[in-house]
Structures are given as structure tokens and as C-alpha cells.
């Protein structure tokens, strides 16, 4: 699966050879204010995205020495969240709001989910991986929010990822949450829970303890 920098790549490619074959009926001043608002809008992606990639790194320096390298080499997902200080105010973000991480050859994106019916459910948030097998829970109806994700199933001979959160906040420091492994007649059901103070996060589930990722889950 393309990685967000790639598919900025990609478009990016793809406008630049439609302007470079400088189709005849399009006025040439025209399209060079095109071609110089587009590089324009290149400079601010790019500056963009080495603001994000600054923020990780300053994130990922206050882990331990010997993790920075395993959340650097590739990641299984990651996706962007605010969790609300009211119930029903905790969502899910854009995936373009997400920090820069490589991901696995088995990666994933988790894509928001529709409400639920009931009128309980609806004001949480939920996210899931395409087959369902990741499912992440936003639970702001308590006097704290909470982070619930589980993976179902996992295999036998799978190492148990890790759930790193990123606080947007950086007052606060990255937190490393590992899985509750829970027998499930599927299989092994990882279930990873945490209490974060309201804000946004980035949440990142990978395998900071080994350098390959091409493990299934």
C-alpha cells in the first residue's frame, strides 16, 4: 500500500507532465501562473511534510535509544485522532494529517467507520481496517477518554506489536502500550487500552523491539 509521501509524489508527477505536454489550446501566460501556482502549492507540501517529519523525530527522541530505530524502519499502521474533553467530541482525522512513518510490506490504514444507530454508540468514534480485523475505539464517555484497539486474530507465531501514542502536545511525552493477549475462538485477540488526556494524537501500532516487519499479525 502507497505511503502518503508517495502519493503526494505521484500527483505531483502526474500534473507536471500534463503541464509539460503544453496543450496548444491553453494560453501560455495561463499556464505558466499554473505551473508557478503549483510550484508553489509543491513548496508548501514539502514544507509541510518536513514539519511533520520533525515533529516525529523530536517525538521518537524521547523513547529509548534502542526503539527509535524499529518505529523508523516500518509500521503496521497509523492514523491521527482527537480525543474530546466532552462525550461525542473525540474523531477520527484526515489520513493527510497523520505523521510521515514507513509502512510494512502487510500494512494497513484504518478508515473511520459509520455511527451506530443507537443513540449511545453514535457518539463514539471508530476506525477499521479494511477486512476487520483491526478495530479502534474512541471512548470519551467516561471522566477520562480512552483508547480501545484490538486485532483479532493473531498468529501463533506472531510477536504481539506494539500501540505507540504521540501527543500533538509536545509538553507531553510519547506513550508505548503493549497488547493484553486474550484467548478468543478465532485465536489470540490483542486488546490495547489507555486513558490519554483530551488532545490529538498520532497512534502508530509497529514492532519497535525488531528491525523486520514483514511478520504477519
Do not use: C
Not at 79 to 106: C, M, W, Y
Amino acid at each position: 500500500m502507497s505511503k502518503p509521501a508517495n502519493r503526494r509524489d505521484t500527483w505531483r508527477n502526474l500534473v507536471r507532465m500534463m503541464l509539460e505536454a503544453r496543450t496548444p489550446a491553453l494560453d501560455q501566460d495561463i499556464l505558466h501562473r499554473r505551473q508557478a501556482e503549483l510550484q508553489d502549492r509543491f513548496v508548501r507540501i514539502d514544507a509541510e511534510l518536513a514539519e511533520a517529519q520533525a515533529r516525529r523525530d523530536r517525538a521518537l527522541a524521547r523513547l529509548p535509544a534502542d526503539r527509535r530505530d524499529g518505529w523508523l524502519s516500518a509500521v503496521i499502521t497509523a492514523i491521527a485522532i482527537t480525543l474530546g474533553d466532552q462525550r461525542g467530541r473525540s474523531t477520527i482525522l484526515p489520513e493527510d494529517q497523520t505523521l510521515p512513518f514507513p509502512r510494512a510490506a502487510n500494512g494497513v490504514f484504518l478508515h473511520p467507520e459509520l455511527p451506530a444507530t443507537t443513540r449511545a454508540a453514535s457518539a463514539i468514534a471508530r476506525a477499521s481496517s479494511p477486512e476487520g480485523r483491526i478495530k479502534l475505539v474512541l471512548d470519551d464517555t467516561g471522566a477520562q477518554p480512552r483508547v480501545l484497539l484490538t486485532i483479532l486474530p493473531l498468529a501463533p507465531d506472531a510477536a504481539p506489536p506494539v500501540l505507540l501514542a504521540i501527543p500533538a502536545n509536545q509538553a507531553q511525552s510519547p506513550v508505548e502500550i503493549d497488547a493484553e493477549i486474550i484467548p478468543d475462538p478465532a485465536g489470540l485477540r490483542l486488546r490495547y487500552e489507555a486513558s490519554l488526556p483530551p488532545g490529538t494524537y498520532d497512534l502508530v501500532l509497529g514492532h519497535p523491539r525488531e528491525r523486520h516487519h514483514d511478520t504477519a499479525l
